[in-house]
Nanobody, 116 residues
Framework: QVSLVESGGGLVQAGGSLRLSCAASGSIFSIAVMGWYRQAPGKQRELVARIGSGGSTNYANSVKGRFTISRDNAKNTVYLQMNSLKAEDTAVYYC??????????WGQGTQVTVSS
């Protein structure tokens, strides 16, 4: 059984920062590719950032230079540091665990609202 629990969302003014956390239970964290996705109202869910088990990262073009994904394998936690937030970053942010030979796991989501 794997569960992902996000935290750190909230309301922030444009230009501000937030740090999201995703705590994973279970034994899969160290081998999982962890990701953050987001879904804005009326839009499809989209990839924000991913980090491999070895630390390699990739980002959506829209967040490059502003967001940083990191992971702490000792704490089974992945983070998303979001700086210079824009109104268009407003969405529900979801944590994802991509485990080899297993279905994807998703968290329940955390709301991020950026006021302009």
């Amino acid at each position: 059984q794997v569960s992902l629990v996000e935290s750190g969302g909230g309301l922030v003014q444009a230009g501000g920062s937030l740090r999201l956390s995703c705590a994973a239970s279970g034994s899969i964290f160290s081998i999982a590719v962890m990701g953050w996705y987001r879904q804005a109202p009326g839009k499809q869910r989209e990839l924000v950032a991913r980090i491999g088990s070895g630390g390699s990262t990739n980002y959506a073009n829209s967040v490059k230079g502003r967001f940083t994904i990191s992971r702490d394998n000792a704490k089974n936690t992945v983070y998303l540091q979001m700086n210079s937030l824009k109104a268009e970053d407003t969405a529900v942010y979801y944590c994802n665990a991509d485990v080899p030979l297993a279905p994807d796991y998703w968290g329940q989501g955390t709301q991020v609202t950026v006021s302009s």
